[in-house]
């Protein structure tokens, strides 16, 4: 046997250019995006940040923009965003669990997901006249944080099923396998086994879809959340608003102090959204090292 | 202890002493605890598993092998009715359990596999403790108290011959053992519902040779207490560890012997061409 000659592969050196020069536009891609949210945060930050104090924080709206506050909206929001996670994540989760485990393949089925896949891709207002209609109308809710709540639900409800759904697809066949081996029924096979493994990604998805539902405004807007409150929510049924309607108010107004006053509420609204993202990491983390 | 059941009839000529230790060559076969009555099994419209009629001998090792896609695994599947969850599955015929059709509108497949065990070809503990992977199925089917499941766990993991290993880590996850400790934790899982058979999908054709040699020893020991069928590609294994062994190919079960007559004294021509490496 002699050795072969060393063949040369065809357009190598082509080909590693083009490997290369795509490589740095995807770089430079990702970093555009990047610098355009620094910028964003950056903006806000220098506009908003004289505005950030306690009494800020503690102090209700008011003509005056020096004493002006965001009370009511930061309470409007958690309020909201807390019916919003009571009502949705067990509906979304029982629908997620209801498809993936118990439902048998059929037209039915096909109807129900086409009609979820369909209802994530609806514009938010449209969710918007239909709270309006059913909620705050139809059930007399009124303009009730628990009317806004309802509506919010409905919004990221397909989201939290969809996600919910891929995160429950994602357990093993064989673990449900070896718990029916085992003499369980499908029950105990999901609360034991499949929603323990699931329930990461469903943690996921949920904050994902909170993240959208505190950031929404047009649906608010819709159901009548009002926009000068001067009180705190005590129970669901009262009147709300929420921090996005606070800080579209604020921008609506020509005085540049406002417009500060906006800033420091998007700050605030960006600091709530984080400190549930880092809730939702941590119990993640805790539930995946306790296997 | 004899390892003999009550009832068992045994050749005259051969004394208990004298009869081959492992091998009940020359018995009269035990009366079967499961058996199907032509049973065929269809994934659609395409029969994986053609009228097969097939006893399962009570207290032995029984092994169903041949070629990939014979339907070996579907046929095992069949045992514990653990077919039904794959979509698009119907059968015909029966499969009587002592007598019983397992397949009948008063039998709770629930409760056939929590009578019947099964230990899959990859080993899939749960994401829980060791102690957790055992005690769950008596926990959940109420089969002893709660203070009593310590004791339960025990002697389980003692027949599956891991508590030595682990006895000291029952808290740590399933998970954190190598592979072969890994089946022998699903192995005592299933010993801990107290069943009468085992079904085994392949359970050592994922492990390494010492492991499978582990598994092997364990399935001697095992066969004293429990009815075995198991599932296997791999023929030594077949021959090494089993009493009576089935040959299916094509969805057809071409054989049914004692191990030695099928591997030594094939009655077909297509069981001699695998056994001896032909095909397959």
Redesign the interface.
Known sequence: MTAGEWRGVPNLARRHWQSLWLRRLFQALTWLGVMLLAILLFRIARQGAVWLDWDFLTSFPSRFPARAGIKSALAGTLWLIGLTALISVPVGVAAAVYLEEFSR?GRLKTFIEVNIANLAGVPSIVYGILGLAIFVRGIGLGRSVLAGALTMSLLILPVIIIAAREAIKAV?Q????????????RW?TVR??VL??ALPGIMTGVILALSRAIGETAPLIMIGALSYVAFVPEGPMDGFTALPIQIFNWTARPQQEFHGLAAGGIIVLLAVLLLMNAAAVAVRHRFQRR? | MDPRPQGVMMAPELTAAEKPPEKHLREAMPAPILETRKLSIFYGRNEAVKKVSMPVPERRITAIIGPSGCGKSTLLRAFNRMNEFIADVSMAGEVLYRGRNLYGKDVDPVEVRARIGMVFQKPNPFPKSIFQNVAWGPHINGLVPRRELPELVERSLNQAGLWGEVKDRLGESGLSLSGGQQQRLCIARALAMQPEIILMDEPASALDPVSTDRIEDLLFELRERYTIVIVTHNMQQAARVSDYTAFMDLGVMLEFGVTDQVFTRPREKRTEDYVTGRFG
């Open positions: 393949a093993p064989s673990l449900r396998q070896g718990a029916m081996a085992l003499g369980a029924t105990l034991h086994h323990p493994g296997r």
